[in-house]
């Protein structure tokens, strides 16, 4: 079994205490750590999020917030609240919410996330899962299909990763991501498009899983109560652009069926293609099915329309551009596509 350090015992036991109280258990969705300053009436800042080097505190959110913009951050960089002697960070990382254990890197040298778990959750029938990045250490009990419940420890805050300038110690923190999961099929179309490339961990490469902003939900569950839905938080994304796929048999349309409409002309004549809402991360967070002769052009992806001030609020993952005023499919967003539908 894993466990803690023996001076982080008392602090299990507050975190514990905590995750017990009556307001908690109809939430499907917990903060990772002991630091909860995210719900302070200032929402934290500095005291919750860790920046870039040089950089703001909101350089440790999720979005386009890297690179004046260019960059994308697929989720939280949580600062730690307790250190050894030493200074190395000795939080526990707990998991967000009832799962299991989807993938496990213990080598830090094959991810610039270092040490990290990646746990599956069934939250309103929708599957979602959680990364938890840089770990001083993982669980040692925990592989690929353990069960873990919301609020268990599964490894301690560090700040492992395989890049060149690395993490300080005053930098320590656990990244921590809410995504949806792409396609079963990732490893060959990996193969296919980057040939001769390598693919250390199979389904769990990044470009396999799209993250959801964890403050904006968890904020959003704390302001709603039981009230709240997965379902329609995704659902309720700003829309950074529609475009119809010729494809008609992708696991997405399975594994997110609740974001699937009806349509009765396609469910009559036969389905031909779907018209897809993305949002700027390109999350398919609605999908229509439509009929042959509901679609117009020939080609394999089609632009129908593109939320203009999104696209310049959120620019980094680069789906569509403009070129002498007119939008179309970048290859970044034919590239997400294709994975989408392969």
Known sequence: MFRPPAGL????????????????????????????????????????FVPTVGKTWITGTF?????????????????????????????????????????????????????????????DGIEIYSTYAHLREVGADLKPGTGVKAGQPIG?????????????????????????????????????NSPGQRNDHGLWNGQNLLGLDPRALLLE???LGTKFS??????NQTELCRVVVRATNFPWLKRYAAFVQ?????QKEGVAGYEISLNFNGIPRELIPRAAAELK???????????????????CRRLVS?????????????????????
């Open 63 to 123: 979005g386009c917030v890297r690179s004046d913009g260019r960059q994308l951050h697929e989720g939280l960089d949580i600062r730690c609240l307790q250190r050894d002697k030493r200074g190395e960070s000795t939080d526990p990382v707990l998991a967000t919410a009832d799962g299991t254990v989807a993938y496990v890197n213990h080598k830090p040298s094959l991810s610039n996330y270092g040490n990290y778990i990646v746990l599956r959750h069934e939250i």
């Open 230 to 235: 997965l379902v329609q938080f995704i659902q």
């Open 322 to 342: 403009q070129r002498s005023g007119r939008w179309e499919v970048a290859p970044h967003g034919i590239n997400a596509l294709e994975l989408l539908t392969f």
């Open 297 to 315: 052009g020939k080609g394999k992806f089609q632009l129908l329309s593109v939320n203009a001030p999104e696209a310049k609020k959120n620019p």
């Open 156 to 192: 301690t805050l560090g700040r492992t990763a395989n890049t060149r300038e690395g993490i300080s110690k005053e930098r320590a923190h656990v990244h921590f991501e809410l995504n949806l999961f792409v396609n079963d099929r990732f490893p060959a179309w990996y193969k296919k």
């Open 9 to 48: 015992i008392r602090t299990l036991l507050v975190i514990g205490l905590g995750w017990l109280a009556a307001p908690l258990l109809a939430q499907s969705f917990h903060l990772p750590t002991a630091n909860h300053a995210l719900f302070d009436a200032d929402g934290g800042g500095e005291r919750f």
């Open 262 to 266: 009806a349509n009765p002309q396609a």
């Open 221 to 223: 569950q704390q302001r």
